[in-house]
């Protein structure tokens, strides 16, 4: 298994020998615009994909299938539903389904809560996009278990710590695990992604797993960067478990790290 970071939560995962592409938000710095219900910011996103154009049409040549935990804008821009190719195989929630439908998608796989598509298992989970009003505004959201023979990785999407995550955790027991970092927030409401600290508690709690923090540094509303995460990891002890990878950075679970 191989697990490349693109830009924010965009992640290539290779296994089994296919090409799996992750809330592909494949737009140029600054195209995504404004977030709303945020007084000062830049244009979206904040930074460039880690590859020029010519790359990335180089490399969606060679996906075999896109998974969406949901259709917010850093996780299936415009650029995304322009780029990837109609055909592509796309695997999500029924509830998104006929938004994709409608954009001209049409090889949709949708596992009610599980589906085995080329060798692989996909594992639909739940996930809770903040709380109180603005979790209620952000919609649903889910993220995935992707298995293979013995390889597992759970990829929790937008979401905050709370107790399904320690649940999913617990009953899958995923060796590798991908949460979405940054502690987003608006200028009203709580968090609407996890903190630092609660990146600490996902990690307390399966200790023989690796983590990998992701969606950091490329949205305006992120309050917590690379550095404050990296800080919290040390403090507890963690950096043998606890990874933030860099952008276009590519992890290679076979080495350990």
Not at 79 to 106: H, M, R, V
Not at 131 to 147: H, L, P, R, W
Not at 159 to 173: A, C, D, G, H, P
Request: aromatic letters at 6%.
């Amino acid at each position: 298994m191989k697990i490349q970071l693109w830009r924010n939560a965009t992640v290539l995962l290779e296994l089994n020998n296919k090409r799996l592409l992750l809330d592909p938000m494949l737009g140029a710095k600054g195209s995504m615009g404004l977030l709303p219900m945020i007084k000062e910011q830049q244009p979206n996103p904040l930074v460039d994909l880690p590859f020029s154009a010519r790359e990335l049409e180089a490399q969606l040549q060679h996906i075999d299938a896109v998974l969406l935990t949901h259709l917010h804008p850093d996780h299936w821009d415009l650029a995304a539903q322009e780029l990837i190719s109609k055909e592509l195989p796309i695997i999500c929630s029924s509830l998104i389904a006929p938004d994709l439908n409608q954009q001209g998608f049409q090889n949709i796989l949708v596992p009610d809560r599980e589906l085995e598509w080329e060798g692989i298992q996909f594992s639909l989970t739940e996930g809770r996009h903040g709380s109180g009003e603005i979790g209620a505004m952000m919609g649903t959201v889910n993220g995935f278990v992707i298995k293979s023979g013995s390889e597992a990785a759970y990829f929790a999407g937008d979401t905050i710590w709370y107790e399904e995550i320690n649940s999913i955790l617990q009953n899958f027991k995923p060796a590798f695990v991908v949460l979405n970092g940054g502690a987003a927030q608006f200028d009203q409401g709580e968090p609407i992604l996890m903190t630092s600290e609660e990146i600490i508690l996902a990690a307390q709690a399966l200790p023989s797993s690796k983590f990998y923090i992701v969606h950091l540094e490329a949205l305006s509303h992120a309050r917590e960067d690379r550095g404050i995460i990296k800080s919290k990891i040390s403090q507890n002890g963690l950096q043998n478990q606890c990874f933030v990878p860099a952008d276009g950075e590519v992890i290679d679970t076979s080495d350990g790290h």
